[in-house]
């Protein structure tokens, strides 16, 4: 039996690298061979056993993308050697929710390298139908910023944001992404908050609008009513996943702003938001927790034409074998943004 090196999480701060065997695929299923995979806040959330740690053990990695190795025989659409991104949300299309339109909330809902294997070994299976063809025009390490994109891309068509209105984003990791997508979708003016003084000025040429430093402003909130002109922001994404930032959050909204939810906390975390706000204030809340479907294609499109540029994001690729350091080294080194995994790389390498 044909074996690969894969990269596994047995238990919480457990995991082994090792040989095991290459996927099995149906005949509806596509075989990966696995040239980049991003690493997610999430997947150190389930390496320490914060998050799915149900789901365990597990090869984790979800912002993957790669070279299609096996086609089953009732995939169509693509061919051996094209490079595919995978939209990693596995829906049951037959419950309540998918019936309805909603595959996020799918009653067996499950997504590739968070509840059944991903990315982070030399191969992985997919389904057919969640494939997406990566055009020659997107390098390869853009192409590992499709999935991370299609997150900010179903939180800013949940936002709703309006054209002109203020948003702004708590969290200067994927928020930089979050607040590239605000700027494009025209909010005035883009407002990202941190504590990372390198993000900030990536954020900053980037043109991000305003960058407030938590650690240089003793109060955030009363900073973002300043930039607003006293009123508070139209809408507010929250980025980073704990309730002091999500109880921030609420509190910069405008009466009738709009709080999207997107950080995740631990299941058992609680947040204070005011029942008077709202009603009197008119205040909404919604949640968003991954891209689906077609949010890969307008991904691919943005990246394709340059309407988002991630290069400058992009800091370091490290073999997989070194996946374990990189996750331990992104917690110290606040330089470090986003860290690429490779199966085919044998050293680190630094951008």
Known sequence: MKTMKAQIVESPNKMVYKDIPVPQISSDEVLIKVKYCGICGSDWSIFTGKYAAEKLPLITGHEFWGVVEELGENVTGLKVGDRVAVDLCLCCGTCYFCRRGDGLLCQTFAQLGIHVNGGFAEYVKAPGKNCYVIPDEINDYDAAFIEPLTTTIQASKRMGCELGSSVVVIGDGLGILHAAMAKLRGATPVILIGDNPGRLAMAKELGIDYCINIKETNDVVGKVFELTDGIGADYVIEAVGMSKTYEQAFAMLRRGGKLEAFGICAP????????????????????????IGNDWGIAINLLKYKRIDPSAMCSMIVPLSELEDALHELQTNNKLVKVLVSPEVKEKIVL
């Open 268 to 291: 058992d975390d609680k947040a204070a938001l005011s029942p008077f706000e709202f009603v009197l204030g008119e205040k909404q809340v919604s949640g968003s927790c991954a891209g």
